[in-house]
């Protein structure tokens, strides 16, 4: 995956880290993206990212986390997990999951 892609993943991330240091938390939440950023930018580092860890990632409990990651992936977006998510178990992308949020990146976040 090119290097140019995975960066704006990163600065995307990383911009809503920071606007979630200036407004109310909550206000402008959208965790799912935030468990779609992180899985995308940790498994191109062949990093494994476990549901806890998406969780945590997008700043909810390991419950909230899980709705989301069960969520995404009846969407197509995850590899289908289990109707149970375990905690520890890892947590993939779909084909259709990366090729959409290449995509989107692609078109959205110019370059530096």
Known sequence: MPDSIISRA???YDERRRRRAIF???L???HAWDILLWIFIETAHDRPVTATEAAAAAM???DVGNRWIAALGQAGLLVPLPTS???RSP???SDDGVR???AYLEG???AI
């Open 10 to 12: 990163r600065r995307m």
């Open 100 to 102: 959409d949020i290449r």
């Open 24 to 26: 109310p938390p909550g």
């Open 108 to 110: 959205v976040v110019p």
């Open 85 to 87: 998510v375990d905690p």
């Open 28 to 30: 402008l939440s959208d």
């Open 91 to 93: 947590v993939l992308l």
């Open 60 to 62: 909810v409990s390991v």
